[in-house]
């Protein structure tokens, strides 16, 4: 989702949540491809920032994929 922002010049945040790959289709990279084309899409629409939300017991793949915990 993004979403405006009145700071940082109306810049846009982008959020992102709940993503789910199948347990049939673990293991084939499908969660990072994802992750990596949620953050393209977020450089190329100009968000200053990207948020997760996340279930801390997934914390650790989402910091293979560059994220870190705040």
């Known amino acids: 989702?993004?979403?405006r922002k009145?700071?940082?010049h109306c810049g846009t945040l982008g959020?992102?949540?709940?993503?789910v790959v199948s347990s049939?289709?673990?293991g084939l990279q499908l969660g990072f491809i994802i992750m990596e084309a949620l953050k393209h899409i977020a450089?190329?629409?100009?968000?200053y920032?990207?948020?997760l939300d996340c279930?801390?017991?997934v914390e650790s793949?989402?910091?293979k994929c560059g994220f870190v915990t705040k």
């Open 6 to 8: 009145f700071i940082h």
């Open 61 to 63: 793949f989402y910091k």
């Open 24 to 26: 049939r289709c673990r």
């Open 15 to 19: 959020h992102i949540e709940d993503i």
């Open 55 to 57: 279930a801390e017991k």
């Open 1 to 3: 989702m993004l979403e």
């Open 49 to 51: 920032k990207l948020v």
């Open 43 to 47: 450089i190329q629409t100009g968000c």
